[in-house]
């Protein structure tokens, strides 16, 4: 069996959805390949034959090994202005060698104006035509190589982003075309999305053996007949990074993913994709997540921890301070009362607390209740301010145009950021996009948005007038022109953005 993380998704940190399924698989002694092909292509389009036509290019090619081994180190990340160039230089021998197929790509994101990742049919068609993707010729290579070598039964593809949508429909056609005979299987969070939305029917039937929804651990294993008692759905797998090539990734030393949940614990926000799913909370106890982070960090020895938890729940924040990992972490936690608390941050910091991703989303409080975030905009602002003093950097995300807000809580937004600027050290904003199954479909006018049969979400008639085109302008025009939003957007490390901001935190690297 080989596990296939497909491009395109930032190539900074080894895929904890295929480290998840192998360490089930080795738990269950199948015998398994791991693929980082995102990793591998893109560094195949950037060390390729040179495709320069202009000076930028031409001076990028030039300096790419000296770019990727300096984002490979921590000095670069203390000299923002050194890091800026090198991530655009390796970024435009991405953009340039795939501009030869007319694909828009960059180190974060894939986009054919010819195709749409939302379309099934744009889907079947890029696995018709796998020779018009830019990563053909190595994945072409690589794949044959690896199934002579070795020649697998099941080729499992895990499918987190939309940007890895048409890549991996290419290489499916591709393996499809080349060896009939292998059973090919789809999951990971951008399919369990799919497969969720009702009435959705599988469009893939006839390129694809079977769509997984949720964890994939048990469908994997029960391909290989191991099922009922002896792999359930709710145990829980170690993941296992060994086969991943952890030296190669666009970070200063490994970066460690873990997931202690699944779900999230509130579930209550209106605007929140989780919550329109229903998918359940499900979390591991706090001494199990101890427990593996001691043998991950023994087996990986990283530099960084990230949690992928929706949110990380108050009682790990607790069993970290208890048992700190020895390692810098950082995760999206809630504004509580907890670090409201300037002690428990600071036992937070100490336990390797480097940052914390934020869901403020508004600065009014009216649309905050709206929205059932459960945030006090007064508890909120002391969290930042102990935060800061405990020297745990905060980032912190917003989100605009919720039917509930218009320019006036819109303007208070912007207002509660520059007040508290100095406690605000990288800023993520969004626009409200409207999930075509959540609660607040059905109290809206809904019309179309993006076409196309795979679609997540829908437009709608905003109640108050307040669009997606004058939400942008207001952005645009009006916030990211203050000079203190500036101060602040200024710091967010291009197109790595929050997977790089903690290295420029952390003040000594153990790399
Ligand atoms: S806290 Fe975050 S993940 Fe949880 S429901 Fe709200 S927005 Fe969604």
Redesign the pocket.
Same mark, same amino acid.
């Given at each position: 069996m080989i596990l296939i993380h497909p491009p395109v998704a930032k190539p900074c940190e080894p895929p904890g959805g295929i480290a998840k399924l192998a360490g089930a698989l080795k738990r269950h002694g199948v015998k398994h390949a791991v693929l980082d092909a995102n990793l591998e292509g893109l560094l195949s389009l950037i060390q390729g034959p040179s495709t320069a036509s202009d000076r930028w290019t031409a001076r990028a090619f030039r300096n790419r090994h000296q770019h990727l081994k300096a984002l490979r180190e921590s000095s670069i990340y203390r000299t923002p202005d050194r890091y800026r160039r090198a991530v655009a230089d390796i970024n435009r021998l991405a953009e340039m060698a795939a501009r030869q197929k007319s694909i828009l790509l960059s180190l974060a994101n894939y986009q054919d104006p010819a195709l749409s990742a939302l379309r099934s049919t744009d889907l079947l068609r890029a696995s018709r035509h796998p020779e018009h993707n830019p990563f053909y010729p190595y994945f072409k290579s690589r794949l044959e190589s690896l199934f002579e070598k070795e020649p697998p039964q099941v080729v499992g593809f895990s499918v987190n982003y939309l940007s890895q949508a048409l890549c991996t429909f290419a290489m499916l056609g591709f393996i499809r075309r080349q060896w009939p005979e292998l059973t090919l299987v789809l999951g990971g969070g951008l399919i369990t999305s799919w497969m969720q939305q009702p009435g959705r029917q599988n469009p893939f039937e006839d390129l694809v053996d079977h769509l997984v929804a949720g964890p994939g651990e048990e469908a994997l294993l029960a391909l290989r007949g191991i099922d009922g008692d002896q792999a359930s759905a709710a145990e829980h797998y170690r993941p296992d990074y060994n086969r991943l090539p952890q030296k190669d990734y666009l970070a200063p030393g490994t970066i460690l993913p873990y997931s202690a949940s699944t779900g999230?614990y509130?579930? #209550?926000?209106r605007f929140?994709p989780?919550?329109a799913e229903g998918n359940p909370y499900v979390a591991l106890p706090a001494e199990r997540v101890i427990a593996d982070l001691k043998v991950l960090v023994d087996q990986t020895r990283p530099s960084l921890i990230h949690f992928l938890d929706?949110?990380v729940s108050p009682s790990l924040m607790e069993a970290l301070v208890q048992q700190p990992p020895g390692i810098e972490w950082y995760g999206f936690a #809630?504004i509580s009362r907890r670090l409201a608390d300037l002690d428990f941050c600071t036992a937070l910091q100490r336990s390797g607390c480097v940052m914390l991703k934020v869901?403020l989303e508004s600065g009014a409080q009216t649309v905050l209740d709206a929205e059932q975030?459960g945030i006090d905009l007064e508890l909120a602002a002391r969290a930042l301010r102990n935060l800061k003093k405990a020297g745990i950097a905060a980032y912190v995300y917003l989100l605009f145009g919720t039917p509930s807000e218009t320019i006036t809580e819109a303007r208070a937004t912007l207002d509660f950021t520059v007040r508290h600027s100095d406690t605000i050290d990288f800023l993520n904003l969004a626009i409200f996009n409207l999930p075509l199954c959540g609660q607040q479909t059905r109290q809206l006018e809904t019309q179309m948005l993006y076409e196309g049969d795979l679609s997540l979400y829908t437009g709608f008639r905003h109640p108050k007038g307040w669009d997606r085109g004058s939400v942008r302008q207001f952005l645009e025009k009006e916030f990211k022109r203050h000079p203190a939003v500036r101060r602040i957007l200024i710091q967010d490390p291009p197109l790595f953005t929050s997977n790089h901001a903690p290295f420029f935190k952390i003040n000594s690297l153990a790399v």
């Open positions: 999230c509130w579930n #209550r926000c929140c989780e919550n929706n949110a #809630r869901g975030k």
